[in-house]
């Protein structure tokens, strides 16, 4: 048996000796200050989040003078930043423009295939630019272009919730019942569809018209739909992005939104938009590949377009675009003259009311 004298009862243990005290956690249970090195490559306009982390494994990314080899770090405005040895520029306020993607380009950075991309086709003045979410290249209508990769994100997430509205032209002679299972939301291969709002607008020869709405973007999501039903499509044209409208730009041209239309749609607070110097984008698509083209102008002071989509929706020259505010589908048909015509309730005496879809704008028209 021991002859070691037991400690008093509820006698605190000895302290430990000077010194030896462990260290103190540094985050102390809070999260890491600043923000992700990828975040900032991307709000800076240098590359894409993904293509960021892709850049920073390939060692050309360094902080405060230290090569990094993992995107899993936290900077802050007083670290110093680096890519391919060129200071990183100050971020650009958010901006954001509308683009009517012709059929035919690829919406992609680079194509494996070596076919023509939306990039190669922008105006070589134009800053670096990403876009949200994609068109087929037998798609074509409006795209949304953005210079900042969190906008990028919130505007794909299937929880904004806005409302994609398309015109939709297939082979066949349908009836309004065809169409009841897109509006249940179809499982296709194994995959859950969202409920889609289908009207049949008008029958024109051997094939019919369609405005057809959806809120989540998978890949070929309206043509797999159509098959599904047994009908093929042969033109589908996007009109409207939640409250942001195709209007009458022409196709291949560019149109910048407005500062404070993007702020009041996106919900940015006024102090996220910083007067930094605006860098251009170089020629050509991403990666210095030379060749980028000049684009149609969007003709009329202060940047409004002056044309009409090409050929109408109909295929007759002339043929008004039918209202395009995320919002339930109208009734009328290519080349109807019943709604607005695209640009928004406000522009034009005697034209109705833009009805709101997707996120409400305020009655603000979300393209001035």
Same mark, same amino acid.
């Given at each position: 048996?021991?002859?070691?004298?037991?400690?008093?009862?509820?006698?605190?243990?000895?302290?430990?000796?000077?010194?030896?005290?462990?260290?103190?956690?540094?985050?102390?249970?809070?999260?890491?200050?600043?923000?992700?090195?990828?975040?900032?490559?991307?709000?800076?306009?240098?590359?894409?989040?993904?293509?960021?982390?892709?850049?920073?494994?390939?060692?050309?990314?360094?902080?405060?003078?230290?090569?990094?080899?993992?995107?899993?770090?936290?900077?802050?405005?007083?670290?110093?930043?680096?890519?391919?040895?060129?200071?990183?520029?100050?971020?650009?306020?958010?901006?954001?423009?509308?683009?009517?993607?012709?059929?035919?380009?690829?919406?992609?950075?680079?194509?494996?295939?070596?076919?023509?991309?939306?990039?190669?086709?922008?105006?070589?003045?134009?800053?670096?630019?990403?876009?949200?979410?994609?068109?087929?290249?037998?798609?074509?209508?409006?795209?949304?272009?953005?210079?900042?990769?969190?906008?990028?994100?919130?505007?794909?997430?299937?929880?904004?919730?806005?409302?994609?509205?398309?015109?939709?032209?297939?082979?066949?002679?349908?009836?309004?019942?065809?169409?009841?299972?897109?509006?249940?939301?179809?499982?296709?291969?194994?995959?859950?569809?969202?409920?889609?709002?289908?009207?049949?607008?008008?029958?024109?020869?051997?094939?019919?018209?369609?405005?057809?709405?959806?809120?989540?973007?998978?890949?070929?999501?309206?043509?797999?739909?159509?098959?599904?039903?047994?009908?093929?499509?042969?033109?589908?044209?996007?009109?409207?992005?939640?409250?942001?409208?195709?209007?009458?730009?022409?196709?291949?041209?560019?149109?910048?939104?407005?500062?404070?239309?993007?702020?009041?749609?996106?919900?940015?607070?006024?102090?996220?938009?910083?007067?930094?110097?605006?860098?251009?984008?170089?020629?050509? *698509?991403?990666?210095?590949?030379? +060749? !980028? /083209? #000049?684009?149609? =102008?969007?003709? %009329?002071?202060? $940047?409004?377009?002056? &044309? @009409?989509?090409?050929?109408?929706?109909?295929?007759?020259?002339?043929? *008004?675009?039918?209202?395009?505010? +995320? !919002? /339930? #589908?109208?009734? =009328?048909?290519? %080349?109807?003259? $019943?709604?607005?015509? &695209? @640009?928004?309730?406000?522009?034009?005496?005697?034209?109705?009311?833009?009805?709101?879809?997707?996120?409400?704008? !305020?009655?603000?028209?979300?393209?001035?």
């Amino acid at each position: 048996m021991s002859n070691t004298p037991a400690s008093p009862k509820g006698k605190p243990a000895p302290k430990a000796a000077a010194g030896k005290a462990p260290a103190a956690n540094p985050t102390d249970g809070k999260a890491p200050e600043g923000d992700r090195i990828a975040k900032v490559l991307s709000r800076a306009g240098v590359a894409s989040r993904r293509e960021a982390e892709r850049m920073i494994s390939e060692g050309r990314v360094t902080v405060n003078g230290n090569k990094i080899a993992s995107p899993a770090l936290n900077v802050t405005a007083a670290d110093r930043i680096s890519v391919d040895g060129k200071p990183l520029p100050e971020a650009e306020a958010p901006r954001m423009w509308l683009y009517y993607k012709p059929i035919g380009l690829v919406t992609s950075n680079s194509d494996e295939k070596g076919r023509t991309t939306i990039f190669d086709e922008l105006p070589e003045d134009m800053p670096r630019v990403m876009t949200v979410g994609r068109l087929d290249i037998n798609s074509e209508g409006l795209l949304l272009l953005t210079n900042d990769g969190a906008i990028k994100r919130k505007l794909e997430l299937p929880s904004t919730g806005w409302l994609r509205r398309y015109r939709v032209r297939i082979n066949g002679r349908p009836r309004d019942e065809d169409f009841a299972p897109l509006r249940k939301g179809p499982v296709i291969d194994g995959e859950k569809f969202q409920p889609m709002t289908v009207s049949l607008d008008r029958q024109q020869g051997a094939n019919a018209w369609l405005t057809v709405g959806l809120r989540e973007g998978k890949n070929r999501e309206i043509r797999r739909a159509m098959e599904y039903v047994g009908f093929n499509v042969n033109r589908l044209l996007r009109v409207s992005y939640g409250p942001f409208q195709l209007g009458e730009l022409k196709p291949g041209a560019v149109e910048e939104l407005r500062s404070r239309v993007v702020r009041d749609q996106l919900g940015l607070e006024p102090e996220e938009e910083k007067p930094a110097a605006r860098p251009t984008r170089g020629r050509g *698509k991403p990666g210095g590949k030379p +060749g !980028g /083209k #000049p684009m149609a =102008k969007t003709g %009329g002071p202060g $940047g409004k377009p002056t &044309g @009409r989509p090409g050929g109408g929706f109909g295929g007759k020259p002339g043929d *008004k675009s039918p209202r395009s505010a +995320g !919002g /339930k #589908p109208g009734p =009328k048909g290519p %080349g109807s003259r $019943g709604g607005t015509s &695209g @640009r928004g309730a406000s522009q034009g005496a005697g034209r109705p009311a833009q009805r709101g879809g997707g996120k409400p704008s !305020g009655g603000k028209n979300p393209r001035r």
